[in-house]
């Protein structure tokens, strides 16, 4: 099944680079840019090839995204060939859209030595996506069409956070107490982030009692 694309030219061409090999692929021929993936080929009797397709293609854009902030995610263009035979499906509610907060990488651990896995390559990292529900998870958060935001970000982190338990991020080295206090800080309160944060009121002592407000002290981890 090969599953149209759209999108930038560039971007399709980072997707060709990113998996031109392994079960899930991004492949240019005349006729334009196509996803194939046994996932879609091989899919459950009675569930539609366009949603499989979609849910690959979200995970995909993930992928690409966590490697380069600035990916534009591509889309489904509702052209498909199954073999010869051509299917059109009239995508709905398409958004293009460029991401605006920065990502190093989406991070899951090893359930056996607790060692962060990052990917080798994109092909690796897109099979362990189809067989570990937290990967798949994250990249279905990091590839939503719309600029990601403190509310798709903060998910990331709650999938890496419940994946690596009982340890914790800061105990296995990957980023310091100060660095995760303020990453929720900006995530969480309005009076860091304003209304991109994903709370309006804080409570206790960090509920500002007015708009000039000066914040004192430093960040607290308890968001």
Known sequence: MKAWLE???????????????????????????????????????????????????????????????????????????????????????????????????????????????????????????????DVAEALALMGQPEPLGWVEMWKVYEVVRDNIKPSDIVALGWFTRAEVSGFGAGANRPDVSGTSARHARMGGRHRPTGWQRKRVGPLSANW
């Open 7 to 133: 999108g930038h030219e560039y971007d399709l061409d980072d997707l060709i680079e990113l998996l031109s090999s392994g079960n899930t692929r991004v492949v240019k021929d005349n006729d334009g840019y196509y996803l194939t993936s046994t996932e879609i080929d091989d899919r459950p009797t009675g569930v539609p090839f366009y949603e499989v397709a979609a849910q690959v293609l979200r995970r995909v854009n993930g992928l690409a995204r966590a490697k380069n902030p600035q990916y534009r995610p591509v889309r489904l263009a509702g052209r498909y060939h199954d073999g010869d035979r051509p299917h059109t499906v009239v995508p709905i509610g398409t958004v293009e859209a460029r991401a605006r907060i920065y990502a190093a990488a989406v991070v899951i651990s090893d359930e056996a030595t607790r060692v962060p896995q990052l990917p080798a390559n994109g092909p690796q990292f897109v099979s362990l996506a189809t067989a570990h529900p």
